[in-house]
């Protein structure tokens, strides 16, 4: 598709003009911390006794003696100052813009109070717990069950639960009330909650091994019989009808080397070098800087430099929590993260950091590691969580230290990039039958950490290549699916059923940000997913989106079970390390850190450097788009085809403008243009013009 003729032509001035900042008047969690008085000289801290803790649920106490371990997070010693700071340094309309802290900074301006903590620990010491470890984020404490009691004026009790009996405090935990502004938040002394892969392989018979050649009608050998090398290039015959008189076979798995071209990476020449991405994820794989390499090579781009890869993982404390899938199933996950940064961004240096576990406590320890230091310009996070659950293990006071933690990144120049989910609007419905979805939600809702105001939610598209290898055209991700019959006659069920989508959705839990006033509709900012209107504006996700749809799905290798073997994985677990990909080309560009996005995204979507993806793209007439899969017969000799209908996400929908399924968009090649010159121009002539083209979806 050639670029069309609509231009816009804006000042910087008046750019600036189109996203109003007031530096103040923040993004506020609604889970900010806050203690009550339960009896004088205490407070409580928030959250501290989960949902499940009910009465009727109640097993019996924890015997005195039982060994617990916990961990007291600390607060910033300045908020309110530290929330203007990140407000300022990230806002490009701000003289502050760009000034960002290093670590040690950070600390003696917003860190923890050494006195307070100080003093909290010897509070600690003295009801009869031990310190175990002081970070610039918790105390870590070990005891008995009788001196938590001591210690926070509750019991510990055993409660029934869907998962079986959980430990947790009978009533909120207390602490004395001079200490209650240092402490955030108390983990460990009731059931941990637990993150997901926010990806998954299309089909389990995905893990094949590619033959031929990209672009020439790719054979899969296995039991995958054939794949389109473009999309409605090979028809599938033979078949029931469908939505359409005809239906195509579904793509080839797509190459990195066909995603920067859609994307307009090749054409711009960035390739991310001096910029280093992070990626964390749980556990690590042994063979993963060999398999980056040997997809790189099998797949006709360069593999890492010496010193361009690193990670940091430590298998001797890895611990195994039935809330985590095993540490071998992570592998794949790893990879593509690995692989999608490195494939959009061939000359970023990428740090790997594996916590030991998909608990909160470990994945804030291996962002920690990362942030603290300021090893890496951006960080990308291909998990997720749901708030409200049953039972719900994400607490108030776990996601504020989460907070805290993407605040300290946003005051460093760190961009956070969180992929928005797998599960439409993630209720309960669409937990039915997706499979990637939290069946303990109890509503529709926004996943975290994508919905915390401080990082980029990136949700995911359905993008179609043509045959000259360029994008066609580009929908919402979210996939129907049906099976054909055992007599080969019928599509069942007819239509289909959701099976994968991307995320996104308006927050009931966060207020929404300074920077998408004027951009998100109020339809959505004060509509929540439940049906329920809300008096105040709310964060909407995703902000961005790319590639990520489970039936178009990304090619990916690995070593599994001792062999190597490729695979199409889709999600948004694609889609977020993908777009950290192109802010380090990005960053590139610009030739300094971007830092914190969305400030900048938002403002910059006034330029049309973003393609707005619909349902229903007018390329194709806006018919119902859909592809078929044939896996061939199983064992028994039945057929195995699987039927999919594109953009049906379940709950999100994409239209015109800003919408809760793809945010502002996907990043054309006049995104990448853009940080070439924008922001030096715009700084050292604020009244020049600046012209782009209304961001259409071919770039090359």
Not at 48 to 75: C, H
Not at 633 to 647: C, E, I, K, R, T
């Amino acid at each position: 598709m050639p670029r069309g003729p609509r231009q816009y032509r804006l000042t910087a001035r008046q750019a600036a003009a189109a996203v109003p900042v007031v530096i103040g008047l923040l993004a506020v969690a609604l889970v900010a911390p806050a203690h009550a008085d339960p009896v004088p000289g205490r407070s409580a801290v928030l959250g501290s006794r989960p949902d499940f803790a009910k009465p009727t649920a109640d097993r019996g106490a924890v015997p005195d003696q039982s060994t617990v371990t916990a961990r007291i997070y600390l607060a910033s010693r300045a908020p309110a100052a530290l929330a203007a700071f990140d407000a300022a340094v990230s806002d490009p309309n701000s003289s502050r813009h760009g000034q960002f802290l290093s670590p040690g900074q950070f600390q003696s301006r917003f860190g923890a109070d050494p006195q307070q903590t100080s003093r909290l620990a010897q509070w600690l010491t003295g009801t009869g717990l031990s310190v175990t470890a002081h970070t610039a984020h918790y105390l870590a404490v070990a005891g008995t069950a009788a001196a938590i009691r001591t210690a926070f004026h509750t019991s510990l009790h055993r409660y029934a639960t869907p998962q079986g009996v959980q430990q947790a405090p009978d009533g909120d935990l207390t602490v004395p009330a001079d200490l209650a502004p240092t402490v955030l938040a108390v983990s460990g002394i009731s059931a941990p909650a637990a993150a997901r892969p926010a990806g998954g392989p299309s089909t389990a018979a995905r893990s094949t091994q590619r033959t031929g050649t990209q672009g020439t009608g790719t054979q899969w050998t296995g039991t995958q019989s054939v794949c389109s090398p473009s999309y409605g290039q090979q028809v599938a015959t033979g078949f029931p009808t469908a939505y359409t008189a005809t239906t195509p076979y579904t793509p080839c798995p797509y190459i990195p080397s066909q995603l920067r071209r859609a994307y307009g990476v090749t054409g711009s020449g960035l390739s991310g070098r001096g910029v280093t991405i992070a990626i964390v994820d749980a556990y690590g794989s042994p063979t993963m800087l060999a398999d980056a390499d040997h997809f790189a090579a099998r797949h006709g781009d360069q593999p890492f430099r010496a010193g361009q890869y690193a990670e940091h993982v430590t298998p001797q404390q890895w611990h195994v929590s039935p809330a985590c899938a095993p540490p071998g199933s992570w592998a794949g996950e790893e990879s593509l993260d690995v692989e999608m940064a490195h494939g959009l961004a061939p000359g970023a240096n990428v740090l790997y950091v594996g916590a030991n576990s998909c608990l909160n406590d470990d994945l804030m320890d291996a962002e920690a590691s990362i942030i603290d230091s300021r090893r890496a310009d951006v960080v990308s996070n291909s998990w997720d969580e749901i708030m409200h659950a049953d039972p719900a293990y994400l607490t108030p006071g776990i996601v504020n230290a989460w907070e805290l933690l993407f605040e300290e990144g946003v005051a460093e120049g760190i961009g956070i990039y969180v992929a928005a989910g797998d599960c439409g609007d993630s209720s309960p419905g669409a937990a039915l039958t997706g499979v990637n979805c939290d069946r303990a939600t109890t509503r529709a809702q926004a996943d975290y950490p994508s919905s915390s105001p401080w990082v980029t939610s990136v949700g995911a598209t359905a993008l179609a290549l043509g045959k000259d290898g360029g994008a066609a055209w580009e929908t919402s991700a979210g996939d129907r699916l049906s099976v054909l019959s055992a007599d080969a006659t019928a599509w069942q069920p007819f239509p289909g059923a959701f099976y994968f989508g991307g995320g996104g959705g308006t927050s009931e839990d966060f207020d929404q940000p300074w920077y998408q006033w004027g951009t998100v509709p109020s339809s959505l900012s004060h509509s929540l997913l439940t049906g329920a209107r809300s008096s105040i504006a709310r964060r909407v996700t995703p902000d961005v989106a790319m590639d990520g749809d489970a039936a178009l799905s990304t090619l990916v290798g690995f070593t599994s079970g001792g062999s190597y073997r490729e695979v199409g994985y889709g999600g948004t677990s694609v889609s977020a390390p993908a777009f950290a990909g192109i802010q380090a080309d990005a960053q590139q560009a610009a030739g300094h850190p971007i830092g914190f996005a969305n400030p900048d995204l938002y403002l910059r979507n006034a330029f049309g450097v973003f393609h707005d993806v619909l349902d229903h793209p007018k390329v194709v007439g806006g018919a119902l788009l859909s592809d078929i899969l044939d896996l061939g017969p199983d064992a028994s000799g039945a057929p195995q085809v699987l039927l999919f209908a594109l953009g049906q996400d379940y709950g999100l929908h994409a239209g015109h403008g800003y919408d809760n399924a793809t945010g502002l968009g996907s990043p054309t090649a006049d995104y990448l243009r853009s940080y070439r010159w924008w922001l030096d121009h715009r700084n050292s002539s604020p009244d020049a013009g600046i012209t782009l083209g209304a961001g259409n979806l071919t770039h090359e």
